[in-house]
């Protein structure tokens, strides 16, 4: 049965009747590579992820690509035009054949209205984002390529298991993403990428990119940062 009980958005949310609400939501499956919502369209739904992974980036008129996020089972998008009802800001593409469920803005509203941890959850999350671009706005105002880069893996990564003091971006990252995350080009990536490695920051292994020395790098960006106040 599809109901909204079963995504994590609404785990403990005891305050929630979802009998009432399920009717008003739809189930849909997305191939790999499908557009869900493209940049300026006028709808308001909010899309829950049920399975697999989507992208969201904004794409320019010569073609490139800016990615903002990748948003994985069990995450939740589209919410800023649930709650303004403005054209959307972004485009969303499945990377795998993913299952969502869509709620249409009035529900969204009236769940954020009646439930106080529901609420509390999307305040988080907006806040979250926006502590996130302030950081992303001083890293492009401040760093240089590298530092920008040295951050975004930073903010990749998690604890290597097993090897105290590293972390691993797994699965590695093809380099154009990089780049486009951090807006550069592919060979900027790639050059980078082996400078760290002759350096001792990096190694790269099938399962990912270890970063042997987090703390270097952490200590590099906050350098940068002094220099550039």
């Known amino acids: 049965m599809q ?42 739904d909010v899309y829950f992820i049920l399975t697999g992974e989507v992208r969201v980036l904004i794409r320019t008129a010569s073609g490139k690509e800016i990615i903002l996020a990748e948003t994985k089972a069990g995450q939740y998008f589209g919410e800023l035009a649930g709650i303004d009802g403005a054209k959307r800001t972004a485009n969303v593409t499945a990377l795998t054949r993913a299952d969502l ?25 907006l806040t979250s984002r926006v502590r996130e671009l302030d950081a992303r706005l001083a890293e492009h105002s401040i760093f240089d390529l590298k ?9 990749l990564s998690g604890p290597r298991n097993g090897h105290a003091g590293q972390r691993i971006v797994s699965p590695p990252p093809f380099h154009h993403v990089m780049a486009a995350r951090i807006g550069c080009r592919r060979e900027q990536i790639t050059r980078e990428l082996t400078t760290m490695s002759s350096e001792g920051l990096l190694e790269k292994t099938r399962g990912g990119l270890i970063l042997l020395k987090p703390q270097t790098l952490q200590a590099r960006i906050a350098q940068a940062m002094r220099e550039g106040d």
């Open 3 to 44: 109901t909204l009980a079963q995504i994590p958005f609404f785990k403990d949310a005891g305050d929630v009747d979802f009998t009432k609400f399920d009717r008003r939501c739809t189930w849909k499956r997305y191939d790999d590579g499908e557009i869900i919502i493209d940049y300026e369209d006028d709808s308001s």
């Open 147 to 155: 530092h920008r880069l040295y951050s975004e893996l930073l903010r």
């Open 101 to 125: 469920c869509i709620m249409p803005s009035s529900v969204f509203r009236e769940i954020l209205f009646t439930s106080r941890s529901c609420c509390d959850k999307v305040l988080r999350l």
